[in-house]
Structure formats: C-alpha cells, structure tokens
C-alpha cells in the first residue's frame, strides 16, 4: 500500500502550462501502475494518464494527448504530469492513484485503483 501526495495544482490562462507532482511515501517498491485522473464539478472522474513502473510506458485519454506528459523519478518516489498548452477544459481537482496489478485496457477504470491522493485543483481562465 503507498500514500500518494499531489501538489502543483493552480491558476493559469489558456494557453499556460503547471506541472503537477505527485510524491508517493508508504510502500513505495510495491506500485505496477500510477495514473492521474481529474474531476471537473459535475463530472465523473476519468483517468488522462497512466505509467507503467516496469517499463516507463505511458498512455493518456484522447482529450490530453500531445499536450501532456507523464513521468516517474523513482529515485525520488515521485510521479510528474507536465500540461501544456492549457484549456478551460482541463480544469478540474486532479488525482495521483496506485494499483498493484491489472490489465493495461482497464488503466482508465477509477475502481482498479485502490490507493489516492487528496487532489491538487487545477483552474484554466479564458
């Protein structure tokens, strides 16, 4: 089990970039996959991007690709999304969670994943 820990969320325009980090304490060896999800008010949470600790791949929904980039420092436990060229639509509370197994084709389902951070908020202006 890890404790996953999310900050650099904030205030941008369109068009701006943030890198969120997400620091994971606990067990930290233990992790196969980490992905990040957001929740905008009134929607369900989706996942965006997904890393696989064995390999380093990584995969993102369809709405952020090209924009943003995943990555892991495992020296540091840590976990990065680097999102550029910001939208209105990308605000929302974004999420870091753990899973310990699973198939590749599920990495988008929220219910896999049974380790989360608190969320870092994220607010794109026009």
């Given at each position: 089990q890890v404790q996953p820990v999310e900050s650099?969320?904030?205030?941008?325009?369109?068009?701006?970039?943030?890198?969120?980090?997400?620091?994971?304490?606990?067990?930290?060896?233990?992790?196969?996959?980490?992905?990040?999800?957001?929740?905008?008010?009134?929607?369900?949470?989706?996942?965006?991007?997904?890393?696989?600790?064995?390999?380093?791949?990584?995969?993102?929904?369809?709405?952020?690709?090209?924009?943003?980039?995943?990555?892991?420092?495992?020296?540091?436990?840590t976990l990065y999304l680097q999102m550029n060229t910001l939208k209105p639509e990308d605000t929302g509370m974004y999420y870091c969670a753990a899973r310990y197994g699973g198939k590749w084709s599920t990495w988008k389902d929220r219910y896999t994943y049974p380790d989360w951070g608190q969320g870092t908020q994220v607010t794109v202006s026009s």
């Open positions: 650099g969320g904030g205030s941008v325009q369109a068009g701006g970039s943030l890198r969120l980090s997400c620091v994971v304490s606990g067990n930290t060896g233990s992790w196969s996959r980490m992905a990040w999800f957001r929740q905008a008010p009134g929607k369900e949470r989706e996942g965006i991007a997904t890393i696989l600790r064995s390999t380093g791949s990584t995969d993102y929904a369809d709405s952020v690709r090209g924009r943003f980039t995943m990555s892991q420092n495992n020296a540091k436990n």
